[in-house]
């Protein structure tokens, strides 16, 4: 199993570019989601996802997009690229929590700048 | 804002000595969870404890959970180099156990 794959590893972008950032699963998760990692800041939620078609806000939604059209995938798209997107990004996928899950599996990041 | 911190920000030990975290949380919570991160690397799931248990352990991990004080810690015994690497504690933000909120972790050098 290839479990959560996440592309491209590394991207530079110019201020107000857009791009996807992608994200797919093979464990047959429901649950998936989308982090930014900066120094000192920890872990922040940016959007989840409990299954297809349903997506919610994290703590720093804004200047992100998701959709969910299928279980394995869950896209994150910035709109119009700034600086302070500069970032590494994770996904994470998991069983629901009330089916016994909640132990998140997590890729292997992408290094976003935006120059 | 952050639901879970973690305290100290960083610790540096010996290899054999034992480490301690610590993570106090501000709302209630179905459960908490650990993870390690090594330096570059993706997060890793190390305990799951849930809110109407106090102690869980797992090999050299030993994760406390007091809701009252709103607060866990985790204990690694007998370090190792290997153990060198960023803890974060994360708790589920909503009723549905959704949403799981990381701290800003507390980074662990183990020295050999």
């Given amino acids: ?115 | 804002s952050q639901q879970g911190e973690e305290d100290p920000q960083a610790l540096s030990i010996q290899e054999g000595e034992n480490a301690t975290m610590n993570c106090s949380y501000k709302t209630s919570i179905n459960n908490l969870q650990w993870y390690r991160q090594n330096s570059g690397r993706g997060l890793v799931h190390l305990i799951l404890i849930r809110s109407n248990e106090r102690e869980k352990h797992s090999g050299r991990l030993r994760v406390t959970l007091d809701t009252s004080k709103k607060s866990s810690s985790l204990l690694i015994t007998a370090s190792r180099a290997a153990d060198t690497a960023s803890y974060f504690c994360a708790t589920d933000a909503n009723q549905a156990g959704t949403a799981l909120i990381f701290g800003k972790g507390t980074t662990l050098s183990v020295s050999s």
């Avoid at chain 1, 429901?30 to 994290?58: C, K």
């Avoid at chain 1, 995938?73 to 970032?87: G, K």
Wanted: proline share 5%; aromatic share 10%.
């Fill in chain 1, 1 to 115: 199993n290839a479990g959560v794959t996440q592309t491209p590893k590394f991207q530079v972008l110019k201020t107000g570019q857009s791009m996807t950032l992608q994200c797919a699963q093979d464990m047959n998760h429901e649950y998936m989601s989308w982090y930014r990692q900066d120094p000192g800041m920890g872990l922040r939620l940016i959007h989840y996802s409990v299954g297809a078609g349903i997506t919610d806000q994290g703590e720093v939604p804004n200047g992100y997009n998701v959709s969910r059209s299928t279980t394995e995938d869950f896209p994150l798209r910035l709109l119009s690229a700034a600086p302070s997107q500069t970032s590494v990004y994770f996904c994470a996928s998991s069983s629901l929590p009330g089916q016994g899950g909640g132990k998140l599996f997590f890729g292997s990041g992408t290094q976003l700048s935006v120059l």
